[in-house]
């Protein structure tokens, strides 16, 4: 009997190590499996270390249990590892933990995963698997965690994920799933805390059943195409620290319910149809600390209650219908506020002098309002200021000051880097000190675009070394362009067009080595254009029309292969068109309109293979309209009126298939007008004043005539054939 019992109990203990020896033999099969489709290991880790030679649970990446040698954790997180996800990785029925995070795996997330009953964390964010969502992990009963934010997941998220009961975090963002959200969504859901299912294309309407979810801490809907408005159950959710719905397709009001979420730290509807009146309950979120109710149709009053939440430091209402003024109280209990952002709404008044008291502004963005009067003179008590928008406004000028005082109190501001009072009434002069202090360092932006500056620019502007755009058109600036300007090295664009302007353009201007733009256009400039700019490889766009520029364009302005615009219309240039015109394949437009050029067209102009416009009217130029233009296969705009052309219309441009202007009239052409391609939706008002053009009578012109000798051997040949 003994012997019996003894021989039982050794054949079981021989059993279960069989058995535990197979099983982890699965587990090693499994990851080998897993690293097997492993195509990229930048730094060899799985390659080196998860060999046979050693036990599995000793390798990188891997956790084994206490117990007995199974894996219940496998985290290759972050390490560059490209391939697919083996589909083996189900094998692992003991795994409670798989993170392949930031790397680059692609393909699809394998079903099999659904088998591993024991797995409570998944973590897939940041890789590129597609296809869809595996419906099997709705079989996942104590998942916990579900991440795959930052991946191209598509179709609809499986019903049976809502359905997890034990699920905390559910995280989906930026993907391509599309569908909507089950009406029972938090029914099942008890201990979720998280969910995050932002930069999809999930529509319908937001469930009430959200305010279920009573622990939910965390709500980012943002940027989905949801619609109906947002429901009032949210305000059930008094767990909630963070809740963003901005960008999408939100209707209705704000719901007063909201603020019943006392925890609430940040709040987001930008971007979407939200109308009414602001609720003054929002001012009862005491721990709120970012607010962006941005693009919306909101109005009214800014509620009062708003300036007692003492922790808020972002404020955005950017471009609704908001009405009213700003309380001079404003800084009472917005002491913490960092940005705020009213621009674009109805707001009116006077700014008040008390805002320059909240210290740790960095933004103040008041522009496109109707705020009147003066700039506060003490705004450089703002000393952590980075932006400062007060455009489009009907601000003022102190008339007992020449200068814009309210620069000056700014050049102390070291972190200001940008500037934009653009479009108001200043009537005052730039102060040569505005050019000095710590903004001189600082300050990259200057928009003062029609703002009614007058004067003279200050010599002291080339003091301001870190700018990068300074846009001062449509203002009364005189006098002439500071050799000191090209001291900016930085300069990327500059604007000061529509001015009164005169001398010629310094050439200092040729050490801006990083310009992109520059437009001295309707100013009263003149002598020659400076060939040395043709040697700024960033410069990309030229406006320099509605000047008094003489003499002939040098041949050196244009070796910039990748001039893309040039608008030189209406100045006093002459003398002919060089060749060298054609150096720069990459030119878009190309306006030399109202000049003095003479001779051919140069027939190099074909190389602008992406030219769409080219206005060459009210010139001296004659000449044949060069054959090479039907090269210019991108052409949509082409002008040459009021010139001296002589010669045929060249039928080969109606090749143009994307040409939709086209003018040649006051010329001396002739010949027929072609009448195919982009020619058949022209009108008479494209060759008009040429005496000598015939062709279809939609033109105006007399019809072409034809040759008898032609018609006589073309009879001939037809009897001839007939005779055969």
Same mark, same amino acid.
């Given at each position: 009997?003994?012997? $019996? ?5 050794l054949y079981v203990v021989i059993f279960i190590v069989a058995f535990l020896n197979s099983s982890t033999g699965d587990d090693e099969s499994a990851l080998l499996a897993f690293k097997s489709q492993i ?25 084994? *249990?206490?117990? !007995? ?32 995070? /930031? ?13 591993? !009953? ?11 698997? $597609? ?31 809502? /359905? ?23 029914? /099942? ?14 529509? *319908? ?9 009573? /622990? ?27 809740? =963003? ?54 109005? *009214? +009053? ?109 050049? %102390? ?30 300050? +990259? ?29 449509? $203002? ?37 080595? $990083? ?31 509605? %000047? ?82 039907? =090269? ?56 008009? *004043? %040429? ?8 033109? =105006? ?18 009897? !001839?054939?007939?005779?055969?």
């Amino acid at each position: 009997m003994a012997k $019996n019992v003894i021989s039982a109990m050794l054949y079981v203990v021989i059993f279960i190590v069989a058995f535990l020896n197979s099983s982890t033999g699965d587990d090693e099969s499994a990851l080998l499996a897993f690293k097997s489709q492993i195509t990229y290991d930048p730094n060899k880790i799985l390659s080196r270390n998860w060999s046979q030679g050693t036990s599995f649970c000793s390798w990188i990446g891997i956790t084994c *249990g206490r117990k !007995h040698q199974r894996v219940i954790g496998i985290n290759v997180s972050h390490m560059g590892l490209q391939g697919s996800i083996a589909k083996e990785i189900g094998k692992l029925s003991f795994l409670k933990s798989l993170d392949v995070s /930031n790397n680059s795996f692609h393909d699809s997330i394998p079903g099999e995963i659904g088998n591993i !009953h024991r797995l409570r964390t998944i973590k897939m964010q940041y890789n590129e698997l $597609n296809g869809q969502i595996p419906t099997s992990f709705g079989f996942l009963k104590i998942l916990q965690k579900l991440n795959l934010y930052g991946n191209f997941l598509d179709g609809t998220i499986p019903n049976g994920v809502f /359905n997890l009961s034990s699920l905390v975090e559910i995280d989906l963002g930026n993907n391509r799933l599309s569908g909507s959200l089950p009406m029972d969504i938090c029914n /099942n859901l008890p201990k979720l805390e998280t969910l995050r299912i932002p930069l999809n294309k999930i529509g *319908g309407t937001i469930p009430p059943s959200l305010g279920r979810c009573t /622990n939910l801490k965390l709500l980012y809907l943002m940027k989905n195409n949801f619609t109906g408005s947002i429901p009032n159950a949210i305000g059930n959710l008094s767990s909630l620290v963070r809740l =963003n719905m901005g960008y999408n397709g939100l209707t209705g009001t704000i719901p007063i319910s909201i603020g019943n979420l006392w925890k609430l730290e940040s709040f987001g509807v930008a971007s979407n149809s939200i109308q009414g009146h602001i609720p003054s309950e929002l001012g009862h979120l005491s721990n709120l600390k970012w607010l962006d109710l941005c693009f919306n149709k909101l109005e *009214g +009053e800014i509620p009062e209650s708003f300036f007692n939440l003492t922790k808020l430091r972002l404020f955005s209402l950017v471009y609704n219908g908001i009405s009213g003024s700003l309380p001079s109280s404003i800084v009472d209990g917005l002491v913490d506020l960092e940005s705020i952002s009213l621009a674009g709404n109805n707001l009116s008044g006077e700014i008040p002098s008390s805002i320059s008291n909240i210290s740790k502004l960095t933004l103040l963005e008041l522009g496109n309002n109707s705020f009147s009067g003066h700039v506060p003179m003490n705004l450089g008590n703002l000393q952590n200021l980075r932006m400062l928008g007060l455009g489009g406004n009907q601000l003022t000028n102190d008339p007992s000051m020449l200068e814009l005082g309210f620069l000056n109190s700014l050049r %102390n501001c070291r972190h200001l880097e940008k500037i934009v009072i653009q479009f108001n009434s200043f009537d005052g002069t730039l102060p040569k000190s505005f050019s000095s202090g710590n903004l001189s360092a600082s300050l +990259e932006n200057f928009d003062a675009y029609s703002s009614g500056i007058k004067g003279m620019i200050p010599n002291e502007i080339g003091n301001l070394s870190n700018l990068i755009s300074l846009v001062m058109g449509g $203002n009364d600036l005189r006098g002439t362009l500071p050799e000191t300007l090209g001291q900016l090295k930085k300069m990327q664009s500059l604007v000061i067009d529509n001015n009164k302007l005169e001398g010629s353009i310094p050439v200092s201007f040729c050490n801006f080595v $990083n310009l992109y733009k520059i437009n001295l256009g309707e100013n009263k400039l003149s002598q020659q254009i400076p060939g040395c700019l043709g040697n700024l490889t960033s410069l990309r766009n030229i406006y320099l029309y509605d %000047n008094a520029f003489t003499s002939t364009l040098p041949s050196a302005f244009w070796n910039n292969k990748d001039l893309a615009i040039v608008y030189l219309s209406y100045n006093l240039l002459n003398g002919s068109l060089p060749l060298e015109i054609g150096s720069a394949t990459g030119m878009r437009t190309l306006s030399l309109m109202g000049n003095q050029f003479s001779g051919d067209i140069p027939s190099s102009i074909w190389r602008h293979q992406n030219l769409e416009y080219l206005i060459l009217s009210e010139n001296k130029l004659h000449g044949h309209i060069p054959e090479t233009f039907a =090269n210019l296969t991108a052409l949509q705009y082409l002008d040459l009126s009021q010139n001296n052309l002589s010669g045929v219309i060249p039928k080969s441009l109606e090749k143009l298939q994307n040409l939709v202007y086209f003018n040649v009239s006051f010329n001396e052409l002739g010949g027929e007008i072609p009448n195919g391609g982009c020619f058949k939706h022209l009108t008479a008002d494209s060759f008009k *004043g %040429n005496g000598e053009l015939c062709g279809e009578s939609q033109f =105006n012109v007399m019809p072409c005539k034809v040759n008898k000798s032609s018609k006589t051997r073309v009879l001939n040949k037809f009897y !001839h054939q007939l005779a055969w």
